[in-house]
């Protein structure tokens, strides 16, 4: 499934796309599967940290500006946190959460790999065959 988002003057684009985010995890077709979230640009997300404070946009952001590396986890932990809210306790599902350069072709590969790997191993588990 591919979304686009319109581009909008006003609003936060990570508001925007966690919104959609939310959105995707409600849709009947995704209620009972597993999610692999690509968060891609963590380059250009890194060089902005020292000139964009979070905290400025999130008010629940207690690092340290400019600490690129506290500002990933705190935005990977609200996408684990909308997607836990999203859950049923019976619906058994998983979010595999990727931070991602697509530029960096190593780490794109590490990232499929490891993908394909999760896939491998739950459809194994699913027909129990492990």
């Known amino acids: 499934m ?12 990570t508001e925007e796309s966690l919104q959609l985010f939310k959105t995707i995890l409600d849709y009947p077709w995704f209620r009972s599967s597993s999610i692999i979230l ?4 963590k380059d250009l997300f890194e060089e902005k940290i020292p000139r964009s404070h979070i ?19 705190f935005m990977s932990q609200i ?5 836990s809210e999203s859950c049923r306790a019976d619906e058994g599902r998983t979010l595999f959460l990727h931070l991602t350069c697509a530029t960096d072709t190593e780490n794109i590969k590490r990232v499929f790999q490891n993908v394909k790997s999760t896939i491998l191993q739950k ?7 492990g």
């Open 79 to 83: 996408f684990q946190d909308i997607f």
């Open 38 to 41: 690509f968060l891609n640009k």
């Open 55 to 73: 905290g400025d946009y999130f008010s629940g952001y207690e690092g340290e500006r400019g600490d690129a590396e506290y500002a990933l986890r």
């Open 123 to 129: 459809n194994i588990s699913e027909l129990n065959l």
């Open 2 to 13: 591919t979304c686009f988002l319109q581009e909008c003057k006003t609003k936060n684009r």
